[in-house]
Protein backbone atom coordinates (compact mmCIF):
# COMPACT_ATOMS: atom_id res chain seq x y z
CA UNK A 1 0.00 0.00 0.00
CA UNK A 2 1.31 3.23 -1.17
CA UNK A 3 0.35 6.36 0.99
CA UNK A 4 0.24 9.71 -0.56
CA UNK A 5 -0.32 11.96 2.86
CA UNK A 6 0.88 15.69 2.89
CA UNK A 7 -0.97 19.17 2.61
CA UNK A 8 -3.82 19.67 0.73
CA UNK A 9 -3.62 21.55 -2.48
CA UNK A 10 -5.41 24.46 -3.28
CA UNK A 11 -7.45 25.00 -6.39
CA UNK A 12 -9.02 27.77 -8.60
CA UNK A 13 -12.59 26.80 -10.49
CA UNK A 14 -12.63 27.19 -13.79
CA UNK A 15 -15.56 28.68 -16.12
CA UNK A 16 -16.80 24.97 -17.69
CA UNK A 17 -18.78 24.11 -13.96
CA UNK A 18 -21.60 26.73 -15.28
CA UNK A 19 -23.40 28.69 -12.82
CA UNK A 20 -23.47 27.91 -9.40
CA UNK A 21 -21.31 24.75 -10.24
CA UNK A 22 -18.46 23.79 -7.17
CA UNK A 23 -15.38 21.98 -7.01
CA UNK A 24 -13.35 20.31 -4.10
CA UNK A 25 -10.50 18.39 -3.71
CA UNK A 26 -9.03 16.07 -1.27
CA UNK A 27 -6.08 14.39 -1.00
CA UNK A 28 -2.41 15.35 -1.32
CA UNK A 29 0.66 16.81 -4.24
CA UNK A 30 0.46 12.98 -5.04
CA UNK A 31 -3.09 11.93 -5.19
CA UNK A 32 -6.39 12.70 -4.48
CA UNK A 33 -9.73 13.06 -6.26
CA UNK A 34 -11.30 16.10 -7.32
CA UNK A 35 -15.03 16.52 -7.07
CA UNK A 36 -17.37 18.52 -9.69
CA UNK A 37 -20.84 19.34 -9.49
CA UNK A 38 -21.43 21.26 -12.14
CA UNK A 39 -24.50 23.91 -12.03
CA UNK A 40 -26.49 25.90 -14.96
CA UNK A 41 -25.25 26.13 -18.39
CA UNK A 42 -21.60 24.58 -18.27
CA UNK A 43 -19.49 25.02 -21.65
CA UNK A 44 -16.57 23.60 -22.84
CA UNK A 45 -13.05 24.52 -20.66
CA UNK A 46 -11.44 23.69 -17.72
CA UNK A 47 -13.27 22.82 -14.48
CA UNK A 48 -10.63 23.28 -12.38
CA UNK A 49 -7.12 23.63 -11.86
CA UNK A 50 -5.03 22.08 -8.69
CA UNK A 51 -2.68 24.30 -7.66
CA UNK A 52 0.33 21.89 -6.08
CA UNK A 53 1.47 22.76 -2.40
CA UNK A 54 5.02 22.88 -3.35
CA UNK A 55 6.32 22.94 -7.00
CA UNK A 56 7.67 19.92 -9.03
CA UNK A 57 11.30 20.16 -10.32
CA UNK A 58 9.74 19.44 -14.00
CA UNK A 59 6.87 19.12 -15.31
CA UNK A 60 4.96 15.72 -13.66
CA UNK A 61 2.72 13.08 -15.47
CA UNK A 62 -0.56 13.14 -14.32
CA UNK A 63 -3.12 10.29 -14.65
CA UNK A 64 -6.47 10.88 -13.87
CA UNK A 65 -9.26 8.54 -13.49
CA UNK A 66 -12.63 8.96 -14.42
CA UNK A 67 -15.36 7.99 -11.23
CA UNK A 68 -18.54 7.19 -11.93
CA UNK A 69 -20.16 6.89 -15.61
CA UNK A 70 -20.88 10.93 -15.79
CA UNK A 71 -17.54 11.34 -15.46
CA UNK A 72 -16.10 8.61 -17.90
CA UNK A 73 -18.71 10.20 -20.70
CA UNK A 74 -17.23 13.29 -20.89
CA UNK A 75 -14.37 14.31 -23.53
CA UNK A 76 -11.66 15.54 -20.54
CA UNK A 77 -8.31 16.39 -21.22
CA UNK A 78 -5.66 17.65 -18.70
CA UNK A 79 -3.44 20.69 -18.88
CA UNK A 80 0.12 20.85 -17.04
CA UNK A 81 2.81 22.54 -15.52
CA UNK A 82 5.15 22.50 -12.77
CA UNK A 83 2.81 24.41 -10.50
CA UNK A 84 -0.27 23.19 -11.42
CA UNK A 85 -2.57 20.75 -13.25
CA UNK A 86 -6.45 21.26 -15.04
CA UNK A 87 -9.05 19.54 -15.30
CA UNK A 88 -10.72 20.43 -19.05
CA UNK A 89 -13.50 19.38 -21.72
CA UNK A 90 -13.35 19.72 -24.88
CA UNK A 91 -17.36 20.08 -24.72
CA UNK A 92 -20.30 20.88 -22.61
CA UNK A 93 -20.95 18.58 -19.59
CA UNK A 94 -24.46 18.14 -18.50
CA UNK A 95 -25.84 20.33 -16.20
CA UNK A 96 -26.75 19.55 -12.56
CA UNK A 97 -24.60 16.84 -12.11
CA UNK A 98 -22.07 15.29 -10.01
CA UNK A 99 -18.51 13.71 -10.43
CA UNK A 100 -15.15 13.20 -9.43
CA UNK A 101 -11.49 12.57 -11.12
CA UNK A 102 -9.20 10.76 -9.19
CA UNK A 103 -5.46 11.63 -9.85
CA UNK A 104 -2.02 10.31 -9.29
CA UNK A 105 1.02 12.58 -10.01
CA UNK A 106 5.05 11.14 -10.76
CA UNK A 107 7.74 13.01 -11.70
Keep these: HVRASGPTPSRSQGSAVGGGGSTSISGSDLAGTVNINTGNSPAAGC??????????????????????????QIQYYVTLNTSSFSICTASAAPGGRSFAYDYWIVN
Design 47 to 72: FVTVNFVQDYSSTPRVIISPVGATAG
